[in-house]
């Protein structure tokens, strides 16, 4: 396992340590933060909402921080940096806000605009010959890239391994939102090219000094990380992490990619919303004109993944709730989840952080922390926020039942308000993964997912229901129940025998592994995500079609493929015992 390294706090005299809440709860306050009487019950509303909030999401620490448009309002942090050493988070600790990054490249692309050395809708083949890509369905410009429109794959590296390779758009450009981070990492290649200065450099002069962002670093490397919060990832990195399951400390990453990389602290993330909730005016100086501001946070396209009612701007997502303007973004990178939320009519924002990585974001505290802030300024006292718990099923019903495979195999799925998994003679809790997904809390059937699947819609007075569950999947195993009325016997292509098992990764964000299953005659990825075939070893996900990415099998010898690649990235088959 990693080392766990030591840190650097800040001195008492710059903080203060608040009294235990509960248990272990630590709330460490700055003390620069600014305190009153009428601000004092939003706080204690706040930090009660935080502390059932980590307790339910296993958060090792969380660091904070809020702003309206005078400034600074509220800098703390909670738990623990180390929580076996009791080693808590300080407020100057830095976290990595992962792709909130994405607004920083935004303005500076803004920034190029206003001053005639970038045009936005310009091809971005015309600054960067050299980019790995090709535009069959038309060309990509900044703006398509800002915009996740561009019809491009979302791989890990800007660079494929193979330098022969080049990613292939799926549709045309503004036809659909498809989240690209390889689309951010071309904007900061752009800007260095532009600027003349590395990626680091630029966003360093263009933005965080000009706001005073001076603890901020553009780029994670080793040099920060004494100053940056311990951090945790899954213990085991190759299966879905259960909620409250075993954490490990995070290896040691640098990543100098536009996409995400950024490391901060709440002090200077409230600078940065300080400048945003002013629309793009700081303390000191602009940082862009009103103009490009108005750009930025314009909903140009439909972003559902952010949401029913989300749209997409220029690097952060865009929402209309209650007739206020809501700017927000999330983060996650290798071991740490971050969420920044912003209501320009009510002039408050919130950026909160946790320093490990489960698969959630923060959201939910930096929206209360907002709403709490509004209700302040005088609106209505808002509802404290619904944590939701893994273990209880509302619709449990859906799923009751035995499941039998063609081997005479049989799941029975059994429960109420919570879900078991009867398998072999053991007795397994679910807890959900999202939708029809969920997995098992006994580590010997935790490595796959217990995928459900239904039958077609009904219709109820023009409304889609959703229909009968009627399959279950989990890894290799395909089991059915009585309501099950299609093909049970299915053709698997002989050569699809060299593609099945596990590949792995050893880059920070691809994945450790990938599992590659046979159900139904078609291959899979983890028993989760089916895959079409559109060329003798190559595939693409059957979701989001037409789907930009591509899965490739390479090197079959002695019948087994050697080399997966996912979209540019290598995976190299690994066989245990």
Request: net charge negative.
């Amino acid at each position: 396992m990693p080392f766990i390294s030591r840190r650097n706090f800040l001195s008492a005299s710059a903080r203060t340590a608040a009294a235990l809440t509960a248990g272990s709860f630590l709330v460490v306050e700055s003390a620069e933060s600014q305190t009153s009487a009428s601000s004092a019950p939003a706080d204690r509303a706040l930090d009660q909402f935080i502390e059932s909030y980590m307790k339910a999401m296993n958060s090792p620490g969380l660091t904070l921080g809020t702003a309206n448009r005078a400034g600074t309002v509220r800098m703390a942090s909670f738990g623990f940096s180390n929580p076996a050493l009791k080693l808590p988070v300080a407020p100057d600790q830095l976290f990595h806000i992962g792709s909130i990054t994405k607004s920083f490249v935004a303005l500076m692309c803004l920034q190029l605009h206003e001053e005639g050395k970038l045009d936005l809708h310009k091809p971005v083949l015309d600054y960067l010959p050299w980019l790995p890509i090709v535009t069959t369905y038309g060309p990509v410009s900044a703006h398509d890239l800002l915009t996740h429109s561009s019809g491009l794959p979302n791989p890990i590296s800007l660079i494929p391994s193979d330098p022969s390779a080049r990613y292939r758009q799926a549709w045309k450009p503004g036809e659909r939102f498809y989240y690209c981070n390889m689309g951010f990492d071309t904007l900061g290649n752009l800007i260095a090219a532009l600027d003349g200065r590395t990626w680091a450099a630029a966003l360093k002069a263009r933005i965080l000094d000009p706001l005073g962002m001076k603890a901020t670093a553009p780029v994670i490397t080793n040099e920060i990380r004494p100053r940056t919060a311990d951090s945790w990832v899954a213990y085991f990195e190759d299966r879905p992490y259960p909620r409250s399951g075993r954490l490990a400390p995070a290896a040691n990453l640098q990543f100098d990619d536009a996409a995400g990389s950024i490391a901060s602290t709440p002090a200077d993330m409230t600078l940065y919303m300080h400048m945003l909730l002013n629309r793009g005016q700081g303390a000191h100086a602009p940082i862009v004109s009103p103009e490009s501001f108005a750009l930025m946070s314009k909903p140009w396209i439909k972003a559902e993944e952010f949401g029913p009612n989300a749209n997409y701007g220029y690097g952060i997502a865009v929402e209309t709730v209650e007739g206020h303007t809501i700017l927000r973004h999330t983060g996650g990178m290798a071991s740490f989840m971050s969420a920044m939320y912003l209501d320009l009519d009510a002039g408050a924002g919130a950026f909160s952080s946790v320093n490990a990585m489960q698969g959630y974001r923060p959201t939910p505290v930096s929206q209360y922390a907002v709403q709490l802030m509004s209700a302040a300024a005088g609106k209505a006292a808002p509802v404290t926020p619904t944590i939701e718990d893994a273990t209880i099923i509302k619709n449990a019903a859906d799923y009751v039942g035995a499941y039998s495979s063609s081997d005479c195999k049989t799941i029975e799925i059994t429960g109420d308000s919570a879900l078991f998994a009867n398998v072999a003679g053991s007795k397994v809790a679910l807890q959900r993964q999202g939708g029809d997904s969920f997995i098992a809390t006994d580590p010997a059937l935790a490595r796959y997912a217990f995928v459900f699947s239904r039958a077609k819609s009904d219709s109820d007075k023009g409304k889609d229901k959703p229909g009968p569950v009627v399959e279950l999947m989990h890894g290799s195993g395909w089991y059915t129940n009585s309501r099950y009325s299609g093909p049970k016997n299915f053709i698997t292509p002989p050569e699809y025998a060299a593609f099945i098992g596990t590949y792995m990764c050893y880059g920070p964000f691809e994945g450790a592994s990938a599992n590659i299953v046979v159900l139904k005659g078609e291959i899979w990825m983890e028993g989760e995500t089916s895959l079409e075939r559109i060329g003798e070893n190559e595939f693409r996900p059957t979701e989001d079609a037409p789907n930009p990415e591509r899965i490739e099998f390479h090197f079959i010898a002695s019948g087994k493929a050697r080399l997966l690649k996912i979209t540019g990235a290598d995976f190299f088959r690994f066989e245990g015992e």
